[in-house]
Structure formats: structure tokens, C-alpha cells
């Protein structure tokens, strides 16, 4: 479970009776499991980064925005889980190896973020762990979450 949550990065889900833009956050998501197992990886890839908690906190829960050891931050997550190329460039089989391990409702979110956030931009690794998060995060704002 510890690689999958890395290999989507964070951006699991569930279908909830949400209003259009409403984030959700409760007791059960993002689910705090998941975050147990997230945080040892995170609180090394921040150390590594320098990257402020409320930066992070930001792009969870509010907008995007730039930010140079944020976008590091991302890099450095999907390295740690091994599901990137040393460019950077996701390995998507490996991802796909960790959605198919969760029910259809997780699977449904997943794939569709997978699907839509196949060519990543940028001109070095942390430019495109960025590209990839920016994209789950608009094509899903509701379950994004970035821990």
C-alpha cells in the first residue's frame, strides 16, 4: 500500500456527494491510514527540500502555485517510491500495479487521473513531478490531497 500511495501520489480518492469544488476533508479522507504510512517518506523528502508545511498545505487544500522546493518535493516522493525514471518521467505500469490493488471506487478516481495526466511538462524532474500534481489536482480538486 506504502508504494501505491506514492505511485499516484497522494491522489487517491473517493466518490463523495460533494459539491463541485468543495474539498473533502473529514475524519475518513484523506484516509488517515494512508497517511500514517505517507508520513516517514514525506517528513525525508522535506528535510531533503526544504519545503515549508504550509506550501504544502497550500497546494492540498488551496491553490497552485509556484514554488521551487514544492515542486522538489513531488520529485523527491515519487523517487523515494520508485515510480518515476531518473528524469523523472513516470513509470505508469508501476502506478497501474498499485491502483489495480484497491476497490473500483479508488480504481474509477485513479484511472481517470492516470488517464488524464499521461505528458508531463517541464525541463527537469521536479518541473515535471509538478506538471503531474498540477494536472491531478485540476482534473480532480475535490479528492487531491497532498500529504
Known sequence: MKVFVSSLFLVILSLSELEAGELRRDDKWPPPELLVALKPVGSKCQEQTGVTNEAIKEFSDGEVHEDRALKCY???????????????????????????????????????????????????????AFSIHKCWKTTDPKHYFLA
Open 74 to 128: 513531488m520529485s523527491c516522493l515519487f523517487h523515494e517510491f520508485n515510480v518515476v525514471d531518473d528524469n523523472g518521467d513516470p513509470h505508469f505500469e508501476k502506478i497501474q500495479t498499485h491502483v489495480d490493488r484497491f476497490d473500483e471506487e479508488i480504481r474509477h478516481i485513479a484511472n481517470k487521473l492516470v488517464a488524464a495526466c499521461q505528458n508531463p511538462q517541464g525541463q527537469d524532474k521536479c518541473e515535471r
